[in-house]
């Protein structure tokens, strides 16, 4: 069966490792904070300007002052930091945070992605999505295999304007494990139930296959 | 020391004029200078380009100037929870300008910091580098970005001085320090303002050197964009 939202956020929750400092995209990328292993230690770092993000307040307990970049009230845990947007920019640029992990609208089998803009139609911008891509060395995406109308989100090239080029290194969807690789997508793992042939079928970029694919473990 | 306190919104924004350019600090709501936006809408200038990061929603923060026509152009990383600017833009009214949010941070730091432009990858190979110089460092390539500057800069503080040093509360804080940096004028409001040699030195996080006005705001409202709680069990 192909996994759903929480699914994709509990196999990318075991990407994490000890010491790292994550960043989180909106969305889907946002719920793996709530499936961190045991005994493995993260922090979390929200680019409008914290580092330890903690979970949601009580209700009642919200503060205007304390967001994230989703701009959903938030808390912060024991050692905690704020700064300022240059300084945030400047742990990302700097390679400083280990994992991104983020949504995508497309990506193409060299690894661009697409996830800020469909002309004419929705344009909100990139927020800081640009300076995340173009930085992180570990970038995870995050996302559907398909889109609403069952097409291809794995493609040969992007349609949409890109977000970055050749910086993906490993996306997980709702059908599969994938590593880009100069060849193009690397089966990795397929989903619980779902067969190699279903995640050919919804992928148009080239798809490597090599032996026995396993299915995912979470 | 030099004394910054102003006493009146009217003066804090004095000399403010149609077609001038504006930074505004915040990250979505949270850390808006509301009040000096409030006066900026009922001051009727209009032309104006404004640098933020966001556009605030329909009917607050800088939602307001839109509402009245009052921006020509937003230098923007992120614009979506406004319909009515997305109205303006894509009916041709409004222009906007997206760029990458850490390279917009680093061009208003670097305007008020004397950078006039840097090299980022952020934008490499995507339509945020047409035009741009492209040089590579260290096998990768990078973008030239130009410094912002801007006529004013209004900035949201938690706390401050009279001799407009600033502390900032939680993740109000985003874009302030750096536009502080930038505005030729620089306005900042803040909930709470102290005599000068209150606040501890070592704690302040915008040095009053960048601010020439400071005054005392009022009736906060704080609005909050995405209510998010968990409930006790």
């Known amino acids: ?218 | 020391m030099i004394k910054k306190e102003v006493k009146s919104i009217d003066e804090a924004i004095k000399g403010v004029q149609s077609n001038m350019t504006f930074m505004l600090g915040g990250f979505g709501l949270c850390g808006i200078p509301e009040n000096c936006i409030e006066a900026l809408s009922n001051s009727g200038i209009n032309g104006l380009t404004c640098i933020s990061n966001n556009a605030g929603v329909d009917n607050f923060g800088l939602g307001l100037l839109l509402q009245k026509r009052q921006i020509k152009k937003m230098i923007s990383s992120y614009v979506g929870e406004n319909a009515e600017f997305e109205r303006q833009m894509l009916s041709g009214e409004l222009e906007v300008d997206l760029i990458p949010q850490g390279s917009l941070a680093e061009r208003c730091r670097a305007g008020g910091a004397g950078i006039p432009a840097f090299y980022t990858p952020a934008g490499y190979g995507t339509e945020v580098a047409e035009g741009k110089e492209v040089r590579e460092f260290n096998g990768q390539p990078h973008i030239l970005e130009s410094a912002l500057e801007a006529d004013f800069a209004f900035v949201k503080a938690w706390k401050g001085d009279t001799a407009g040093n600033l502390i900032y509360k939680g993740t109000a804080r985003n874009f302030n320090p750096m536009m502080a940096m930038a505005g030729k004028i620089t306005v900042a409001e803040v909930e709470h303002i102290v005599p000068a040699g209150e606040l501890d030195p070592a704690s302040i996080h915008t040095p009053g050197i960048f601010v020439q006005r400071i005054i005392q705001g009022s009736n906060y409202e704080k609005r909050i964009e995405q209510r998010t709680v968990r409930t006790k069990d």
């Open chain 1, 1 to 218: 069966m192909a996994l759903d939202k929480i699914g994709i956020a509990k196999r990318i929750a075991l990407e994490l490792k000890d010491g790292y400092y994550v960043n989180l995209g909106i969305g889907i990328p946002t719920l793996v904070a709530n499936y961190i292993p045991e005994g493995i230690n993260v922090e979390f770092q929200s680019e409008n300007g914290v580092l330890g993000m903690g979970a949601f307040p009580f209700d009642g307990e919200e503060d205007a002052d304390l967001i994230n970049a989703g701009k959903q009230t938030i808390t912060t845990l024991d050692g905690a930091v704020f700064f300022d947007s240059a300084n945030s920019f400047a742990m990302i640029r700097g390679k400083h945070v280990q994992l991104t992990v983020l949504g995508a609208m497309e990506v193409s089998e060299q690894g661009d992605i697409a996830n800020w803009k469909i002309p004419g139609k929705m344009v909100k911008g990139m927020g800081g999505a640009m300076d995340l891509v173009a930085s992180a060395d570990n970038i995870i995406v995050a996302m559907m295999h398909t889109n609403k109308a069952g097409e291809s989100k794995l493609l040969k090239s992007c349609s949409l304007p890109l977000t970055g080029v050749k910086c993906v290194k490993k996306i997980v969807t709702n059908l599969a494990v994938l590593e880009v690789t100069n060849e193009g997508f690397k089966l990795l793992e397929r989903a619980p139930g779902v067969s190699v042939e279903e995640v050919q079928n919804a992928t148009l970029g080239e798809l490597i296959i090599e032996g026995d694919i396993p299915e995912m473990n979470p």
